[in-house]
Protein backbone atom coordinates (compact mmCIF):
# COMPACT_ATOMS: atom_id res chain seq x y z
CA UNK A 1 0.00 0.00 0.00
CA UNK A 2 1.33 3.81 -0.74
CA UNK A 3 -1.05 6.21 1.48
CA UNK A 4 -0.23 9.39 2.06
CA UNK A 5 -2.18 12.21 3.54
CA UNK A 6 -1.60 15.39 2.50
CA UNK A 7 -3.49 18.54 4.37
CA UNK A 8 -3.47 22.15 3.99
CA UNK A 9 -1.59 23.83 6.95
CA UNK A 10 -4.46 25.92 8.06
CA UNK A 11 -6.54 22.49 9.91
CA UNK A 12 -3.24 21.26 11.55
CA UNK A 13 -1.46 17.84 11.59
CA UNK A 14 -2.47 14.33 10.81
CA UNK A 15 -1.72 11.01 12.52
CA UNK A 16 -2.41 8.31 9.86
CA UNK A 17 -3.18 4.89 11.49
CA UNK A 18 -3.46 1.30 9.91
CA UNK A 19 -6.35 0.77 7.46
CA UNK A 20 -7.93 -2.52 7.92
CA UNK A 21 -8.15 -5.87 6.00
CA UNK A 22 -11.93 -6.84 6.12
CA UNK A 23 -13.85 -10.06 5.13
CA UNK A 24 -14.43 -10.74 1.33
CA UNK A 25 -17.63 -9.07 -0.10
CA UNK A 26 -19.96 -8.97 -3.24
CA UNK A 27 -18.40 -6.00 -5.04
CA UNK A 28 -20.75 -2.55 -6.77
CA UNK A 29 -20.05 -0.59 -9.39
CA UNK A 30 -18.88 2.64 -9.13
CA UNK A 31 -22.18 5.33 -9.52
CA UNK A 32 -22.04 8.63 -10.38
CA UNK A 33 -21.85 10.89 -7.07
CA UNK A 34 -25.83 11.36 -6.69
CA UNK A 35 -26.82 15.35 -5.01
CA UNK A 36 -30.13 15.99 -3.02
CA UNK A 37 -32.30 19.06 -4.41
CA UNK A 38 -30.35 22.35 -3.67
CA UNK A 39 -31.50 23.29 0.41
CA UNK A 40 -27.70 24.56 1.83
CA UNK A 41 -29.46 27.21 3.94
CA UNK A 42 -30.98 25.05 5.87
CA UNK A 43 -29.10 21.48 6.07
CA UNK A 44 -26.33 20.00 8.32
CA UNK A 45 -23.40 19.06 7.20
CA UNK A 46 -22.69 15.16 7.03
CA UNK A 47 -20.38 12.58 5.27
CA UNK A 48 -21.06 10.96 1.99
CA UNK A 49 -17.77 8.30 0.55
CA UNK A 50 -18.37 7.29 -2.54
CA UNK A 51 -18.47 3.92 -4.07
CA UNK A 52 -14.89 4.21 -5.43
CA UNK A 53 -13.20 5.07 -2.36
CA UNK A 54 -11.21 1.59 -0.96
CA UNK A 55 -12.94 -0.16 1.26
CA UNK A 56 -10.29 -0.15 3.56
CA UNK A 57 -10.13 3.49 3.82
CA UNK A 58 -13.52 3.56 3.95
CA UNK A 59 -13.47 1.31 7.02
CA UNK A 60 -10.95 3.06 8.82
CA UNK A 61 -12.89 6.59 8.58
CA UNK A 62 -14.16 7.17 12.13
CA UNK A 63 -16.72 9.87 11.77
CA UNK A 64 -16.97 13.00 14.55
CA UNK A 65 -19.70 12.46 16.75
CA UNK A 66 -21.73 15.29 15.38
CA UNK A 67 -21.29 14.22 11.52
CA UNK A 68 -23.67 11.43 10.49
CA UNK A 69 -23.16 9.36 7.53
CA UNK A 70 -25.00 10.22 4.28
CA UNK A 71 -26.75 7.90 2.00
CA UNK A 72 -26.51 10.11 -0.94
CA UNK A 73 -24.49 13.77 -1.41
CA UNK A 74 -26.15 16.05 -0.17
CA UNK A 75 -25.46 20.11 -1.01
CA UNK A 76 -23.67 20.09 2.61
CA UNK A 77 -22.23 16.92 2.33
CA UNK A 78 -18.61 16.55 2.92
CA UNK A 79 -17.46 13.84 0.28
CA UNK A 80 -14.21 11.27 0.08
CA UNK A 81 -13.78 10.40 -3.39
CA UNK A 82 -11.33 10.42 -6.33
CA UNK A 83 -9.81 14.04 -6.60
CA UNK A 84 -10.40 14.02 -10.48
CA UNK A 85 -14.36 14.17 -9.79
CA UNK A 86 -14.32 16.57 -7.33
CA UNK A 87 -15.71 20.16 -8.36
CA UNK A 88 -12.79 22.99 -9.37
CA UNK A 89 -14.04 25.37 -6.72
CA UNK A 90 -14.63 22.49 -3.59
CA UNK A 91 -12.03 23.07 -0.84
CA UNK A 92 -9.70 20.02 -0.01
CA UNK A 93 -8.95 19.38 3.28
CA UNK A 94 -6.88 16.16 3.04
CA UNK A 95 -5.70 13.24 0.51
CA UNK A 96 -4.89 9.55 0.20
CA UNK A 97 -2.98 8.17 -2.43
CA UNK A 98 -3.72 4.79 -2.61
CA UNK A 99 -1.78 2.27 -5.02
CA UNK A 100 -1.95 -0.85 -6.71
CA UNK A 101 0.79 -3.48 -8.27
CA UNK A 102 0.20 -5.20 -11.96
CA UNK A 103 1.92 -8.54 -11.04
CA UNK A 104 2.33 -11.55 -12.55
CA UNK A 105 4.65 -15.07 -11.30
CA UNK A 106 8.30 -14.22 -10.32
CA UNK A 107 9.00 -16.67 -13.78
CA UNK A 108 7.84 -14.61 -16.03
CA UNK A 109 9.60 -12.84 -18.91
CA UNK A 110 7.39 -10.20 -19.03
CA UNK A 111 8.43 -6.59 -18.38
CA UNK A 112 5.25 -4.77 -18.07
CA UNK A 113 1.99 -3.33 -20.37
CA UNK A 114 0.64 -0.42 -21.64
CA UNK A 115 -2.20 1.58 -19.57
CA UNK A 116 -4.19 1.47 -22.62
CA UNK A 117 -4.21 -2.24 -23.01
CA UNK A 118 -4.72 -2.61 -19.03
CA UNK A 119 -8.21 -0.86 -19.58
CA UNK A 120 -9.35 -2.50 -22.51
CA UNK A 121 -8.45 -6.19 -20.91
CA UNK A 122 -10.07 -4.91 -18.20
CA UNK A 123 -12.96 -4.18 -19.91
CA UNK A 124 -13.18 -7.72 -21.32
CA UNK A 125 -11.17 -6.81 -24.80
CA UNK A 126 -7.55 -7.92 -24.31
CA UNK A 127 -4.89 -6.32 -26.95
CA UNK A 128 -1.42 -5.07 -27.44
CA UNK A 129 1.06 -5.98 -24.63
CA UNK A 130 -1.95 -7.97 -22.54
CA UNK A 131 -3.28 -9.95 -25.61
CA UNK A 132 -2.19 -12.88 -24.38
CA UNK A 133 -4.24 -12.44 -20.55
CA UNK A 134 -7.01 -14.42 -20.16
CA UNK A 135 -7.38 -13.69 -16.48
CA UNK A 136 -6.86 -10.74 -14.21
CA UNK A 137 -6.95 -11.75 -10.38
CA UNK A 138 -7.97 -9.03 -7.76
CA UNK A 139 -9.18 -9.11 -3.92
CA UNK A 140 -12.78 -8.54 -3.38
CA UNK A 141 -12.81 -5.28 -1.53
CA UNK A 142 -10.33 -3.84 -4.79
CA UNK A 143 -13.08 -4.05 -7.00
CA UNK A 144 -14.66 -0.81 -6.69
CA UNK A 145 -11.85 0.97 -6.13
CA UNK A 146 -10.05 -0.55 -9.34
CA UNK A 147 -13.50 0.63 -11.22
CA UNK A 148 -12.67 4.15 -10.55
CA UNK A 149 -8.97 3.96 -11.86
CA UNK A 150 -9.75 1.47 -15.07
CA UNK A 151 -13.73 1.78 -15.83
CA UNK A 152 -16.45 -0.09 -16.10
CA UNK A 153 -15.45 -3.73 -17.23
CA UNK A 154 -18.61 -4.09 -19.56
CA UNK A 155 -21.19 -2.79 -21.21
CA UNK A 156 -24.00 -3.78 -18.58
CA UNK A 157 -22.15 -3.05 -15.52
CA UNK A 158 -20.94 -6.85 -14.77
CA UNK A 159 -18.30 -8.39 -13.61
CA UNK A 160 -16.07 -8.67 -16.93
CA UNK A 161 -15.21 -12.49 -17.68
CA UNK A 162 -11.61 -11.41 -17.60
CA UNK A 163 -11.41 -10.63 -14.03
CA UNK A 164 -11.85 -12.88 -10.84
CA UNK A 165 -12.29 -11.81 -7.02
CA UNK A 166 -9.93 -13.87 -4.62
CA UNK A 167 -11.14 -13.62 -0.84
CA UNK A 168 -9.64 -10.75 1.14
CA UNK A 169 -7.91 -13.36 3.50
CA UNK A 170 -5.78 -14.90 0.97
CA UNK A 171 -2.61 -13.81 1.64
CA UNK A 172 -0.91 -14.79 -1.63
CA UNK A 173 -1.94 -15.03 -5.30
CA UNK A 174 0.76 -17.11 -6.15
CA UNK A 175 -0.94 -20.41 -6.86
CA UNK A 176 -3.46 -18.89 -9.35
CA UNK A 177 -0.81 -16.40 -11.59
CA UNK A 178 0.52 -17.78 -14.93
CA UNK A 179 1.33 -16.85 -18.30
CA UNK A 180 -2.31 -15.57 -19.20
CA UNK A 181 -3.35 -14.91 -15.60
CA UNK A 182 -2.07 -11.40 -13.99
CA UNK A 183 -3.09 -10.11 -10.98
CA UNK A 184 -3.73 -6.66 -9.64
CA UNK A 185 -2.80 -5.70 -5.90
CA UNK A 186 -2.31 -3.58 -3.17
CA UNK A 187 0.95 -2.27 -2.55
CA UNK A 188 1.21 -3.75 0.71
CA UNK A 189 0.37 -7.18 -0.91
CA UNK A 190 3.00 -7.33 -2.87
CA UNK A 191 4.85 -10.83 -2.31
CA UNK A 192 8.14 -12.00 -2.89
CA UNK A 193 7.81 -14.45 -5.33
CA UNK A 194 5.43 -11.76 -8.01
CA UNK A 195 7.41 -10.18 -10.82
CA UNK A 196 6.13 -6.67 -10.54
CA UNK A 197 5.27 -5.42 -13.81
CA UNK A 198 5.57 -1.62 -14.97
CA UNK A 199 3.05 0.47 -16.29
CA UNK A 200 3.98 2.23 -19.61
CA UNK A 201 7.33 1.37 -18.70
CA UNK A 202 6.56 2.98 -15.04
CA UNK A 203 7.18 0.44 -11.79
CA UNK A 204 6.32 1.25 -8.07
CA UNK A 205 10.03 -0.30 -7.50
CA UNK A 206 11.64 2.42 -9.15
CA UNK A 207 13.00 5.32 -7.18
CA UNK A 208 11.34 7.78 -8.64
CA UNK A 209 8.03 5.87 -8.58
CA UNK A 210 6.36 8.81 -6.39
CA UNK A 211 7.23 11.29 -9.15
CA UNK A 212 5.51 9.34 -12.28
CA UNK A 213 2.41 9.70 -13.48
CA UNK A 214 0.74 6.33 -12.81
CA UNK A 215 -2.48 4.07 -13.98
CA UNK A 216 -2.83 2.63 -11.30
CA UNK A 217 -2.93 5.49 -8.40
CA UNK A 218 -5.88 6.53 -6.90
CA UNK A 219 -6.05 10.32 -4.81
CA UNK A 220 -8.83 10.52 -2.71
CA UNK A 221 -9.63 13.53 -1.69
CA UNK A 222 -11.75 14.51 1.44
CA UNK A 223 -13.74 17.91 0.47
CA UNK A 224 -16.67 20.28 0.61
CA UNK A 225 -18.29 23.40 -0.85
CA UNK A 226 -16.74 26.89 0.56
CA UNK A 227 -19.96 27.10 2.68
CA UNK A 228 -20.02 23.56 4.57
CA UNK A 229 -16.26 24.20 5.10
CA UNK A 230 -16.84 27.93 6.42
CA UNK A 231 -20.07 26.20 8.04
CA UNK A 232 -18.00 23.29 9.99
CA UNK A 233 -14.58 25.52 10.73
CA UNK A 234 -11.26 24.77 11.76
CA UNK A 235 -12.13 22.54 14.33
CA UNK A 236 -14.65 20.34 12.50
CA UNK A 237 -11.91 19.85 9.70
CA UNK A 238 -9.83 19.04 11.97
CA UNK A 239 -12.06 16.24 13.38
CA UNK A 240 -12.68 15.33 10.20
CA UNK A 241 -9.15 14.88 8.55
CA UNK A 242 -8.01 13.00 12.18
CA UNK A 243 -11.56 10.50 11.22
CA UNK A 244 -10.03 9.53 8.20
CA UNK A 245 -6.88 8.86 9.56
CA UNK A 246 -8.71 6.41 12.09
CA UNK A 247 -8.67 8.89 15.33
CA UNK A 248 -11.07 9.13 17.39
CA UNK A 249 -11.46 13.28 17.59
CA UNK A 250 -13.06 13.08 21.69
CA UNK A 251 -9.70 11.10 22.24
CA UNK A 252 -7.25 13.71 20.64
CA UNK A 253 -8.82 16.76 22.12
CA UNK A 254 -8.52 15.18 25.98
CA UNK A 255 -5.26 15.21 25.76
CA UNK A 256 -3.04 17.48 27.72
CA UNK A 257 -0.60 19.88 26.60
CA UNK A 258 2.92 20.37 27.88
CA UNK A 259 2.85 21.09 31.91
CA UNK A 260 6.35 21.36 33.20
CA UNK A 261 8.66 21.65 30.04
CA UNK A 262 8.95 23.45 26.55
CA UNK A 263 11.69 22.22 25.08
CA UNK A 264 13.15 24.54 22.30
CA UNK A 265 14.11 21.48 20.24
CA UNK A 266 13.25 20.58 16.16
CA UNK A 267 9.27 19.79 15.46
CA UNK A 268 8.59 16.15 15.78
CA UNK A 269 8.35 14.66 12.18
CA UNK A 270 6.27 11.73 14.05
CA UNK A 271 3.15 12.80 12.81
CA UNK A 272 3.95 11.87 9.02
CA UNK A 273 3.10 11.91 5.45
CA UNK A 274 3.04 8.07 4.03
CA UNK A 275 5.01 7.73 1.38
CA UNK A 276 5.26 4.79 -1.47
CA UNK A 277 6.78 1.77 0.32
CA UNK A 278 4.90 2.31 3.36
CA UNK A 279 2.43 1.16 5.63
CA UNK A 280 0.86 2.19 8.61
CA UNK A 281 0.24 -0.19 11.76
CA UNK A 282 -3.03 -0.37 13.54
CA UNK A 283 -2.02 -0.88 16.87
CA UNK A 284 0.24 2.22 17.76
CA UNK A 285 0.51 4.36 14.60
CA UNK A 286 3.85 3.79 13.06
CA UNK A 287 5.02 4.06 9.95
CA UNK A 288 6.88 0.75 8.34
CA UNK A 289 9.02 0.99 5.50
CA UNK A 290 9.39 -1.75 3.21
CA UNK A 291 12.44 -2.74 2.84
CA UNK A 292 12.30 -4.71 -0.50
CA UNK A 293 14.35 -8.55 -0.64
CA UNK A 294 17.24 -9.30 -2.05
CA UNK A 295 21.32 -9.62 -1.22
CA UNK A 296 23.24 -6.71 0.45
CA UNK A 297 26.83 -7.01 2.47
CA UNK A 298 26.14 -7.15 6.14
CA UNK A 299 29.19 -6.57 9.04
CA UNK A 300 32.93 -3.62 8.30
CA UNK A 301 33.58 -3.06 4.88
CA UNK A 302 37.41 -1.68 5.35
CA UNK A 303 37.11 0.57 2.75
CA UNK A 304 33.33 2.21 3.43
CA UNK A 305 33.78 2.36 7.53
CA UNK A 306 34.49 5.78 7.67
CA UNK A 307 37.98 6.02 8.09
CA UNK A 308 38.37 3.39 10.98
CA UNK A 309 39.83 -0.06 11.56
CA UNK A 310 37.20 -3.20 11.45
CA UNK A 311 37.37 -4.65 15.01
CA UNK A 312 37.16 -7.88 14.73
CA UNK A 313 33.40 -8.70 16.33
CA UNK A 314 32.66 -6.69 12.73
CA UNK A 315 33.98 -9.34 11.03
CA UNK A 316 33.82 -11.25 8.53
CA UNK A 317 31.77 -9.32 5.97
CA UNK A 318 29.12 -11.29 3.82
CA UNK A 319 26.90 -11.08 1.52
CA UNK A 320 22.95 -11.89 2.88
CA UNK A 321 20.11 -12.45 1.34
CA UNK A 322 16.66 -11.95 2.76
CA UNK A 323 13.19 -11.40 2.02
CA UNK A 324 10.90 -7.95 2.13
CA UNK A 325 10.17 -7.06 5.10
CA UNK A 326 8.84 -4.08 6.93
CA UNK A 327 10.77 -1.74 9.21
CA UNK A 328 9.55 0.92 11.56
CA UNK A 329 10.22 4.08 9.79
CA UNK A 330 11.10 5.64 13.22
CA UNK A 331 12.55 4.67 16.70
CA UNK A 332 9.26 3.99 19.22
CA UNK A 333 8.13 6.81 20.18
CA UNK A 334 7.14 7.85 24.70
CA UNK A 335 3.67 7.90 23.01
CA UNK A 336 3.68 4.64 21.63
CA UNK A 337 4.78 2.92 24.30
CA UNK A 338 2.81 4.48 26.79
CA UNK A 339 0.00 2.76 24.46
CA UNK A 340 1.69 -0.70 25.07
CA UNK A 341 1.86 -0.21 29.05
CA UNK A 342 -1.43 0.99 29.32
CA UNK A 343 -3.12 -2.26 27.68
CA UNK A 344 -1.13 -4.04 30.07
CA UNK A 345 1.56 -5.64 27.83
CA UNK A 346 4.44 -3.66 28.05
CA UNK A 347 5.85 -2.84 31.98
CA UNK A 348 6.21 1.30 32.49
CA UNK A 349 9.90 2.68 32.03
CA UNK A 350 12.08 1.71 35.20
CA UNK A 351 13.16 5.77 34.93
CA UNK A 352 10.95 8.47 33.52
CA UNK A 353 13.15 11.08 33.00
CA UNK A 354 16.27 10.94 30.45
CA UNK A 355 19.29 12.92 30.94
CA UNK A 356 18.87 16.52 30.94
CA UNK A 357 14.72 16.31 31.91
CA UNK A 358 13.34 15.29 35.40
CA UNK A 359 10.16 14.83 33.44
CA UNK A 360 10.01 12.89 29.89
CA UNK A 361 8.43 9.45 30.02
CA UNK A 362 4.53 10.50 30.43
CA UNK A 363 5.58 14.41 29.79
CA UNK A 364 2.94 15.07 27.01
CA UNK A 365 6.16 17.92 25.48
CA UNK A 366 7.79 14.72 25.16
CA UNK A 367 5.14 12.15 23.42
CA UNK A 368 7.41 12.47 20.13
CA UNK A 369 10.49 11.75 21.74
CA UNK A 370 12.20 8.18 21.38
CA UNK A 371 11.57 5.86 24.32
CA UNK A 372 15.10 5.41 26.19
CA UNK A 373 15.72 3.42 29.43
CA UNK A 374 13.98 0.40 27.64
CA UNK A 375 15.66 -2.81 28.10
CA UNK A 376 15.65 -6.07 25.28
CA UNK A 377 13.02 -7.73 27.14
CA UNK A 378 10.53 -4.74 27.39
CA UNK A 379 11.41 -4.06 23.76
CA UNK A 380 10.60 -7.62 22.45
CA UNK A 381 7.74 -7.57 24.63
CA UNK A 382 6.23 -4.44 22.57
CA UNK A 383 7.15 -5.37 19.17
CA UNK A 384 5.04 -8.22 19.74
CA UNK A 385 2.44 -6.65 21.18
CA UNK A 386 2.11 -4.22 18.36
CA UNK A 387 2.09 -7.33 15.64
CA UNK A 388 5.59 -7.47 15.29
CA UNK A 389 9.11 -8.51 16.55
CA UNK A 390 12.51 -6.93 16.89
CA UNK A 391 14.45 -6.48 13.43
CA UNK A 392 17.36 -9.15 13.08
CA UNK A 393 20.65 -7.59 13.03
CA UNK A 394 21.13 -8.30 8.91
CA UNK A 395 17.59 -6.74 8.66
CA UNK A 396 18.47 -3.77 10.34
CA UNK A 397 21.88 -3.68 8.39
CA UNK A 398 20.16 -3.26 5.27
CA UNK A 399 17.60 -1.10 6.36
CA UNK A 400 20.23 1.54 6.98
CA UNK A 401 22.79 0.46 4.26
CA UNK A 402 21.00 -0.66 1.25
CA UNK A 403 22.51 -2.39 -1.15
CA UNK A 404 25.60 -0.90 -1.66
CA UNK A 405 28.42 -0.14 0.01
CA UNK A 406 28.59 3.03 2.91
CA UNK A 407 29.70 3.13 6.40
CA UNK A 408 26.63 5.46 7.65
CA UNK A 409 22.95 5.38 6.70
CA UNK A 410 23.87 8.65 4.71
CA UNK A 411 26.87 7.51 2.63
CA UNK A 412 30.57 7.72 3.72
CA UNK A 413 30.46 11.61 4.43
CA UNK A 414 31.82 12.32 7.62
CA UNK A 415 28.66 12.93 10.24
CA UNK A 416 27.64 15.89 11.61
CA UNK A 417 25.08 17.29 13.90
CA UNK A 418 23.17 17.49 10.76
CA UNK A 419 23.09 14.03 10.43
CA UNK A 420 22.77 12.37 13.51
CA UNK A 421 22.35 13.24 17.26
CA UNK A 422 25.28 12.66 18.51
CA UNK A 423 29.17 13.90 20.22
CA UNK A 424 30.79 16.09 17.38
CA UNK A 425 34.12 15.19 17.51
CA UNK A 426 34.93 18.42 15.83
CA UNK A 427 33.65 20.24 18.62
CA UNK A 428 34.52 17.48 21.17
CA UNK A 429 30.60 18.01 22.67
CA UNK A 430 27.22 16.18 22.17
CA UNK A 431 25.70 17.83 19.82
CA UNK A 432 22.28 18.40 21.92
CA UNK A 433 23.16 16.10 25.01
CA UNK A 434 19.61 14.49 25.31
CA UNK A 435 17.22 13.03 22.75
CA UNK A 436 15.49 14.91 20.05
CA UNK A 437 12.20 14.30 18.43
CA UNK A 438 12.19 10.71 16.09
CA UNK A 439 12.71 11.95 12.46
CA UNK A 440 13.89 15.69 13.46
CA UNK A 441 17.08 15.33 10.85
CA UNK A 442 16.32 14.63 7.15
CA UNK A 443 19.76 14.38 6.00
CA UNK A 444 20.50 11.12 8.31
CA UNK A 445 17.75 8.99 6.63
CA UNK A 446 18.81 5.73 5.25
CA UNK A 447 18.25 4.66 1.42
CA UNK A 448 15.01 3.33 2.10
CA UNK A 449 14.19 6.65 4.19
CA UNK A 450 14.44 5.19 7.77
CA UNK A 451 15.20 8.01 10.36
CA UNK A 452 17.83 8.04 13.04
CA UNK A 453 19.60 4.62 12.51
CA UNK A 454 22.44 6.93 13.74
CA UNK A 455 22.63 8.44 17.13
CA UNK A 456 19.67 10.17 19.18
CA UNK A 457 19.14 6.27 20.94
CA UNK A 458 20.73 2.63 20.12
CA UNK A 459 18.64 0.32 19.51
CA UNK A 460 17.83 -3.32 20.19
CA UNK A 461 18.08 -6.09 17.71
CA UNK A 462 16.79 -9.72 17.49
CA UNK A 463 20.63 -11.32 17.52
CA UNK A 464 22.54 -12.92 20.41
CA UNK A 465 26.07 -11.71 20.95
CA UNK A 466 28.43 -14.43 20.29
CA UNK A 467 32.00 -14.82 19.56
CA UNK A 468 34.36 -17.74 18.59
CA UNK A 469 37.86 -18.17 20.07
CA UNK A 470 39.52 -15.50 17.64
CA UNK A 471 36.45 -13.29 18.18
CA UNK A 472 34.74 -13.19 15.47
CA UNK A 473 31.01 -12.88 15.27
CA UNK A 474 29.42 -16.62 15.26
CA UNK A 475 26.02 -16.62 13.23
CA UNK A 476 23.05 -17.85 15.84
CA UNK A 477 19.88 -18.15 15.03
CA UNK A 478 18.38 -14.78 16.24
CA UNK A 479 15.11 -16.41 17.23
CA UNK A 480 16.90 -19.24 19.74
CA UNK A 481 15.35 -19.06 23.17
CA UNK A 482 17.30 -18.68 26.37
CA UNK A 483 20.58 -19.07 24.85
CA UNK A 484 22.21 -17.03 28.19
CA UNK A 485 23.98 -14.68 26.10
CA UNK A 486 23.96 -10.77 25.28
CA UNK A 487 22.20 -9.10 22.66
CA UNK A 488 22.80 -6.72 20.59
CA UNK A 489 22.66 -2.76 19.84
CA UNK A 490 22.81 -1.11 17.05
CA UNK A 491 23.42 2.91 15.75
CA UNK A 492 25.24 4.86 18.24
CA UNK A 493 23.26 7.55 20.33
CA UNK A 494 23.43 11.25 21.52
CA UNK A 495 26.05 10.91 23.66
CA UNK A 496 28.65 8.58 21.60
CA UNK A 497 30.81 9.41 19.00
CA UNK A 498 31.39 9.15 15.20
CA UNK A 499 32.80 5.80 15.60
CA UNK A 500 29.90 4.07 17.02
CA UNK A 501 27.35 5.77 14.45
CA UNK A 502 28.31 3.03 11.67
CA UNK A 503 26.33 0.49 10.47
CA UNK A 504 28.35 -2.18 11.00
CA UNK A 505 28.98 -1.57 15.04
CA UNK A 506 27.78 -3.19 17.51
CA UNK A 507 28.11 -3.43 21.43
CA UNK A 508 26.26 -6.42 23.50
CA UNK A 509 24.69 -6.03 27.14
CA UNK A 510 22.50 -8.38 29.20
CA UNK A 511 18.96 -8.76 27.94
CA UNK A 512 17.54 -6.91 30.49
CA UNK A 513 19.80 -4.09 31.09
CA UNK A 514 18.09 -0.72 31.10
CA UNK A 515 20.27 2.53 29.62
CA UNK A 516 19.52 6.04 29.58
CA UNK A 517 20.17 5.98 25.63
CA UNK A 518 18.97 2.22 24.63
CA UNK A 519 15.37 2.45 22.45
CA UNK A 520 14.47 0.26 19.47
CA UNK A 521 12.48 0.12 16.45
CA UNK A 522 10.44 -2.52 15.38
CA UNK A 523 9.97 -4.90 12.00
CA UNK A 524 7.96 -7.31 10.68
CA UNK A 525 7.54 -9.68 7.75
CA UNK A 526 5.44 -8.87 4.46
CA UNK A 527 3.30 -11.81 5.07
Known sequence: MGLMMKHLPLYGSILIIALLFVSCSAPAAPQASPTAAPDAQNCLPDVWVAPEVPKRI???FVLPASLQWAQNR???SVTLGLESLRAPDEVVFAQILWEYALVAPSWSFREGAGSADLKAAWGGKARGSMMQIKQIIVYAEDYNSLLGLLGEPAEDGSLSE????APNEKISLSDQLGASVWGI???????ADYRVLAIDEVSPLQADFDRQEYALRGIYSLHASPETAARLGDAGIAALTRGLAGEEADAQNSQTQ??????AQPESRQTPTVSVGERVRQKDGAVEALIPAGVFTSGCIREHNGGYDCPDDELPSRRVNLDAFYIDKYEVTNRQYALCAAAGACPEPVYRYSASRVSYYGNPAYDDYPAANISW???????AWAGGRLPTEAEWEKAARGTDLRAFPWGDSNPSCAKANAKDELLGSNCVGDTLPVGSLAEGASPYGVMDMAGNVWEWVQDWYVLDENGLRIVVDPFAQDLG?????KGGSWDYSWSRLRIAYNSDHEPDAHKISFGFRCAAPVN
Open 74 to 76: GPC
Open 485 to 489: FHKVV
Open 258 to 263: AATETP
Open 377 to 383: TEAAAYC
Open 58 to 60: RDN
Open 162 to 165: IISL
Open 185 to 191: VPLDRIQ
